[in-house]
């Protein structure tokens, strides 16, 4: 019971309090519901712009790892290029002292005249336009190299409608020569350089119809000195055939064309692919690879004419119109550098880009087999790329004989000493060949940079520059002469075009993108 009472007694006090405490208004519970709904929104809000806040931290440290990325790249550029550079001085600098030992000994040696000069060897060294081409015929100042170096460098100095007007008024003023002697050895010189003009350079004469329609005429004019000098002098009618069998195979060309080249032995079976046809390059076999590549190499390379070596043209602004097959070259360099660069990063399987890797060595090794220098030029330049050179991975997985097959290539391709490692092997090589065109276009940047098309004192043409200038022209054209008894494999070069498309669609940015997708940089 006294339980009981002191229960009723709370209860009974509580009761009173309620009734003494007076009703709170009913607003002031919504604005406290409004309060609670503020305060969750602000929350949410903080919580949105936190973030927030660390995505652009996120993106803030991107930023800041692919900057230190390019900053490290152009610094390993940077490092390269200060070495080319070392080198181009060092050997800027021995040209110079070439240059300087050649004209002290060209000041002892006594000019032959105002207009003619000679040098130490009894070369012509300078002369004026007119006494360069009568040295053609007269038989005192000509020697057997002087007419192919004239051919090949005339453009120096004059067109070749020039050099056919002054050639023909030269050749016509000797004829009525008195003595019968005289006049054979003139017309025997004069006959011969023309057919050696026509048969090796016809191209000058269809790019001048005037210079055609004289060339034709001086013929005639040689076939009249033939019938002065008698029936057994009849040499003129082997230039003439020379000049009728030139333009019959320029109006044939495309029959030319397709009879081809005739071989001794039947040509290698092509290999066949994986897969019929391929679709991936570890689809084809690298042998017939190498094949196909060196086919193409080699035709544009023979394509190369000596006047598009000259005046550096393929450096001007209307390098289109005056060096075509040489810009093609140069321009099938870097679309191949760009196919290996591609094929590498855009593979995301590290695996299989290892294997990718692995095929490229084999390529490399079946075209140094071929003599196509220029494609592992073409090769290892893609291999240089900063996109492919950062992929550390993918080279760590190369296993012997791969990993070799790397380090002699790029070792044949170093820069060093004037490309020492490249000059020193294709000279030990039999043609066919394909040399590593870049080459030659330093030494005639060199050629053309440190030395006058004319001396300043005298005022006469540098006939000695035109012989430097014919020196290396013809290291090119020694291997434009024998092709390669390979067949063309149509499915192999349309999948290579394909891919040759796919590759230059991407430029510099894209292609490190994927490389970096494939080789994430390390954290």
Not at 30 to 54: A, F, P, V, Y
Not at 90 to 99: A, S, V
Not at 292 to 316: F, G, H, M, S, V
């Amino acid at each position: 019971m006294e339980w009981l009472g002191v229960c009723f007694e709370q209860n009974e006090s509580q009761l009173r309090y309620r009734k003494m405490v007076p009703r709170q208004p009913t607003h002031i519970g919504q604005i406290r519901r409004g309060l609670d709904m503020t305060t969750q929104e602000l929350l949410e809000e903080n919580h949105q712009l936190q973030l927030q806040l660390s995505t652009l931290r996120d993106e803030q440290d991107r930023i800041r790892h692919r900057l230190a990325e390019f900053i490290y790249q152009n610094q390993i550029e940077q490092e390269f290029l200060d070495s080319r550079i070392k080198v181009v001085r060092q050997q800027l600098q021995g040209f110079q002292d070439e240059i300087i030992k050649a004209r002290k000994r060209a000041d002892s040696v006594p000019d032959s005249g105002d207009n003619l000069q000679y040098d130490e060897a009894g070369e012509i060294k300078a002369a004026t336009k007119e006494r360069l081409i009568e040295a053609i015929y007269l038989t005192e100042a000509s020697k057997d190299s002087y007419a192919s170096t004239f051919l090949l460098t005339y453009r120096y100095f004059a067109t070749p409608r020039e050099v056919i007007s002054l050639f023909a008024d030269g050749y016509n003023r000797e004829s009525p020569s008195v003595t019968a002697t005289h006049l054979l050895a003139v017309h025997i010189k004069a006959v011969g350089f023309l057919k050696k003009w026509v048969e090796l350079f016809f191209d000058d004469f269809e790019e001048d119809g005037e210079a055609m329609q004289q060339c034709a005429q001086l013929i005639e004019s040689m076939t009249k000195t033939d019938a002065r000098l008698g029936p057994k002098f009849q040499i003129s009618q082997s230039l003439d055939a020379s000049y009728n069998r030139r333009k019959q195979q320029k109006t044939d060309q495309d029959k030319k064309e397709a009879i081809g080249n005739s071989f001794s032995e039947k040509p290698p079976q092509t290999i066949a692919c994986k897969i019929n046809p391929p679709q991936h390059i570890l689809d084809m076999h690298p042998q017939e690879v190498a094949r196909q590549l060196t086919l193409i190499d080699y035709e544009l390379c023979k394509a190369i004419r000596p006047k598009e070596c000259l005046l550096l043209a393929w450096t001007k602004k209307d390098k289109a119109k005056r060096s075509p097959n040489l810009l093609a070259m140069i321009e099938r360099f870097n679309h191949v550098s760009r196919w290996v660069t591609y094929t590498l990063v855009t593979e995301q399987n590290l695996k299989k880009r290892t294997k990718i890797l692995a095929f490229f060595l084999q390529l490399l090794q079946h075209l140094y087999e071929l003599n196509n220098f220029n494609a592992i030029f073409q090769i290892v330049g893609g291999f240089g790329n900063s996109s492919v050179h950062r992929l550390k991975k993918t080279f760590a997985g190369l296993k012997p004989p791969k990993d070799k097959i790397l380090k002699d290539m790029t070792f044949f391709c170093d820069p060093a000493k004037s490309w020492s490692n490249y000059r020193r092997t294709i000279t030990e090589v039999n043609p066919p060949c394909v040399p590593f065109v870049g080459v030659y276009q330093t030494d005639l940047t060199f050629i053309e940079e440190g030395n006058p098309d004319k001396f300043s004192t005298t005022g006469l043409i540098n006939f000695k520059k035109c012989r430097m200038i014919a020196e290396v022209i013809v290291l090119i054209q020694q291997y434009q002469q024998k092709p390669y008894n390979l067949v063309k494999c149509e499915k192999v070069t349309k999948l290579l075009n394909q891919e040759f498309a796919r590759a230059l669609a991407m430029d510099e940015r894209e292609l490190y993108e994927q490389s970096l997708k494939a080789e994430p940089r390390a954290q």
